[in-house]
DNA sequence: AAATATGTTAAAATTTTTCTAAACGATACG
DNA sequence: CGTATCGTTTAGAAAAATTTTAACATATTT
């Protein structure tokens, strides 16, 4: 394989994984090119490479930036804002948690609590309480097992599941 | 607030969650109405109660098996199918895993091993080798600790993290 | 056997998401 | 100042995902 398919093929496969991880294909096709370039790229270089729009390359950067995926790198001398990945991989995926659990999990617990107030007798109450109840306190667990887990040192993370599996 | 506009707000806000998931609006709408239905569902119910086609009760259902997120249950003498949900949220939590990692995690590491066949001296070249073989360890370590994490003991998991606050 | 009920499937329609084009604002520079 | 460059925004186009419709299969009931 040559690079420049190695290189076409690596952003096919990161799009296409990140369209599964609340990350858009073109956002996670950006953050691939720039994982692979050795120096950071500018917007131009970006639509070049992909062939995208302006708009859309300058959103997407933009988008990678808020998920803390990317960064500006400002070059004395020049106007042009230049971009680079967040290469450790154990930060994108700590970065993507923290983003998800804000946008996801945050909103649930809001609306389970709300849920809370329901009351009644019947049957079809009954179960609905029960399963809100066990919906929160395991999403509650859910919470403070990922808020531990991005906090946690990546190599005690290993040497403890290593354990574990023995 | 009434039961009614409890499982209302219930099915629209699992549905909303859902879609972060890898799992379609009402493919999730579905799983919370039978979440907190006392008894077994049949497609007709399903249908009426979140007002969809047939088809597409149809088809979201047998996803939902497809996930080990519902079963079907036979009843005795009748012919309709009905259906119940995975309520206990570890396993459904574990069977999103398992799914995901099957559809996203080993997809993905087959295509590393490809892309590990390029070679070169480049700067350009030895950027992507080194990226690439940094992704493949992490990914093998994160497709490891995804096996153990499901075949975990939840009380076991919880409690190890909490010792790990500490 | 005809009529009815249920489940399955594929094509067409709809909805949602993403992308582009184009206008605009700001800054640099001739 | 006028022109060029670069970043931002947004309305509408395009693409992708989801849903409905409708035809079909099969089993059950009359």
């Known amino acids: 394989m040559t690079i420049?398919?190695?290189?076409?093929?690596?952003?096919?496969?990161?799009?296409?994984?990140?369209?599964?991880?609340g990350i858009n294909r073109t956002m996670a096709q950006i953050h691939a090119l720039l994982l692979i370039s050795p120096q950071s790229l500018c917007a131009e270089e970006v639509m070049e490479a992909l062939k995208i729009s302006r708009g859309n390359a300058n959103m997407n950067l933009r988008a990678l930036m808020d998920w803390g995926l990317a960064f500006k790198e400002f070059k004395p001398g020049e106007r042009r804002e230049f971009f680079v990945?967040?290469?450790?991989?154990w930060q994108v995926v700590r970065n993507i948690i923290l983003n998800r659990k804000k946008r996801e999990l945050e909103p649930t617990l809001k609306v389970l609590d709300e849920l809370s107030s329901v009351e009644g007798e019947d049957l079809e109450t009954q179960e609905f309480i029960r399963v809100i109840k066990d919906?929160?306190?395991?999403?509650?667990?859910?919470?403070?097992?990922?808020?531990?887990?991005?906090?946690?040192?990546p190599n005690w993370l290993m040497s403890s599941f290593i354990k574990m599996i023995k």
Chains 1, 2 share one sequence.
């Open 4 to 21: 420049q398919e190695g290189r076409d093929k690596f952003i096919q496969s990161w799009g296409a994984l990140g369209t599964s991880w």
């Open 85 to 89: 990945a967040e290469k450790d991989m």
């Open 135 to 153: 919906i929160k306190l395991f999403s509650n667990k859910a919470d403070s097992l990922l808020d531990s887990l991005t906090k946690a040192d």
